[in-house]
């Protein structure tokens, strides 16, 4: 299956204020944010997308938006609100300092499964809703483009750190193990076995995630979904 390139979204305005954005309206990217946006079309030049998918929040359009005006053949990214940012409820705007002090946010630390945020969602049902996206978008781009086909979807935090959880096999619980910064990109290559995280949270170059042909650090006889024995030689 194909290649999932996640992107967070750039550093924005909240994220500088230290508050909580959640779904908040009018969130934008900051000045470095706008900057990071500019710099990961040239990160990702040389990998050739298929299809760029979106949060529908604002951030996100904007930290996709220099990569899709370098690439008028991928169109305008599609939306889907599955990878919306979670539905933090009343702890909506508030600021991180503050929210520390409750009760809930050790919860939220140290048995995610288990955290409900008032007048919104749990952290299963994020996780839920945003794994189920991906595996739906991965079969479909699967079908239109095949197994090989590369994508791009740029989302939030919590929203990646689920997927990158599910990917790995971690509980829930887990999940607050794994960092991803601003503008950073985790890789996941599906296959029919089992995913491959190549990246997490990387900000750096990202040239190796072009695809290659399988005899190049490939492994003899092994089947898409075999991990190489003794480790890939990472050769591009």
């Known amino acids: 299956m194909p290649t999932l390139l996640l992107v967070r979204h750039g550093r924005s305005t909240a994220n500088t204020a230290g508050v909580l954005a959640g779904w908040t309206p009018g969130v ?4 470095t944010g706008r900057a990071q946006a500019a710099a990961l079309a040239g990160r990702l030049d040389g990998i050739p997308l298929v299809k760029a998918v979106s949060s529908p929040l604002e951030r996100c359009a904007e930290t996709l938006a220099p990569l899709l005006d370098g690439r008028p053949e991928l169109g305008p990214a599609a939306v889907d609100e599955r990878l919306g940012e979670c539905h933090y409820g009343d702890w909506t705007g508030r600021p991180l300092a503050e929210l520390a002090e409750e009760p809930l946010w050790r919860t939220v630390q140290d048995h995610a499964a288990a955290a409900v945020f008032p007048g919104g969602e749990s952290l299963r049902e994020l996780s839920h809703r945003t794994v189920d ?5 991965n079969e479909k781009i ?9 994508w791009v979807a740029c989302s939030h935090g919590d929203v990646i750190k689920a997927v990158v959880a599910d990917a790995l096999g971690l509980h829930l619980d887990h999940f607050q193990r794994i960092s991803v910064e601003p503008c950073s990109v985790t890789a996941i290559r599906y296959t029919p076995q089992r995913p491959f995280v190549l990246r997490v949270g990387d900000t750096g170059s990202l040239a ?3 695809p290659r042909p399988p005899a190049e650090g490939g492994s003899a006889g092994a089947g898409q979904g075999d991990a190489v024995v003794g480790g890939d030689t990472g050769v591009r």
């Open 28 to 31: 934008h990217l900051d000045e």
């Open 133 to 137: 996206a991906v595996r739906e978008w």
């Open 142 to 150: 699967e079908a239109e483009h095949g197994a090989d086909a590369v």
């Open 208 to 210: 190796s995630l072009a």
